[in-house]
């Protein structure tokens, strides 16, 4: 089974930018979507973009124009860049990937934005 590993969390002031990584352990387009989410405390996980195999990519409303999720093939990783990060963005950031039949999350990386 291909895991999935996300870095590139950490702490970032406001206004600031990340750049997340997912990594897969194998070839990353056994998923057909690599989607991204945030989870912060006591809320529920919230949808934030995907990117698909067959191509194409969405963005939830509250990251629309402050994101970019891509993909690079050769290192079978999806990125999810972001900027003009604000307090409440804080969250821990998950990557799941779906092939036919199965769902597979990551462990999360956290970022933190603060003065």
């Known amino acids: 089974q291909v895991q999935l590993v996300e870095s590139g969390g950490g702490v970032v002031q406001p206004g600031g930018s990340l750049r997340l990584s997912c990594a897969a352990t194998g070839d990353i387009n056994n998923y057909y979507a690599i989607t991204w989410y945030r989870q912060a405390p006591g809320n529920e996980r919230e949808l934030l973009a995907a990117i698909f195999r067959a191509g194409g990519t969405k963005y939830a409303p509250v990251v629309r124009g402050r994101c970019t999720i891509s993909k690079d093939n050769a290192e079978n990783t999806v990125y999810l860049d972001m900027n003009s990060l604000e307090p409440a963005d804080t969250a821990v950031y998950f990557c799941?990937?779906?092939?036919?039949?199965?769902?597979?999350w990551g462990q999360g990386t956290q970022v933190t934005v603060s003065s």
């Open positions: 799941r990937g779906q092939s036919t039949g199965q769902t597979t």
